[in-house]
């Protein structure tokens, strides 16, 4: 009996000094596998939720693009037009393409490839009518400072499934009544990664 108490003690020891063994590493998978899903979670989200920004400055004015609202293969793409100096305007919307008696061009955001138009744009500042020295016309302007435009979009193909590239054209003039217009800016390219899920610059 001695002999048989003994070794069901030392079975049970053995037991009780691996089967802990085996509990730590399971938990210690557990946790690592959870660790992993909610780290891929985040970046997930943060992937859909950080705003793809991108800015250029040319001819006396930094022009900021970003994507907001992106969702189901819509959303909108600003533009942020700031003149580099102080007293500079930028020209409206609306102005004829070749300006007014030649002077000024219209600030203008348009897309092309994988990405149209869903609607017109809007900007957030009013229109003034000014009189340049040798136009005979009234011009219509921003008020000198910032102009944000900002254009609805949507991905092209069925249900916004295409992927690939798109551009966004960016065309404007900065003006100072006193000192005279810089250089315009015509159809500058700025390319974007555009699919159903994600509008992004490169």
Known sequence: MARTTTRTRTSARTRAAFAPRGGRLAGAALALFATAGLTSCSAAKADQSAPAV???????????????????AKGSLTATFTPTEAGYHLYSTDLPADGVEGVGRPTSVTVAGGLSADGPASVDAEVLRINLPGVESEVPVYPDGPVTLTLPVRAEGEGGASAGTAKALISYASCNAEEGCN????????????????????
């Open 54 to 72: 991108t800015r250029f400055t040319q001819n006396g004015v930094t022009v900021t693009l970003a994507v907001a609202g992106w969702k189901d």
């Open 183 to 202: 250089i315009p800016v015509l159809d500058r390219p700025v390319i974007l990664n555009v699919t159903g899920k994600t509008l992004t610059f490169p």
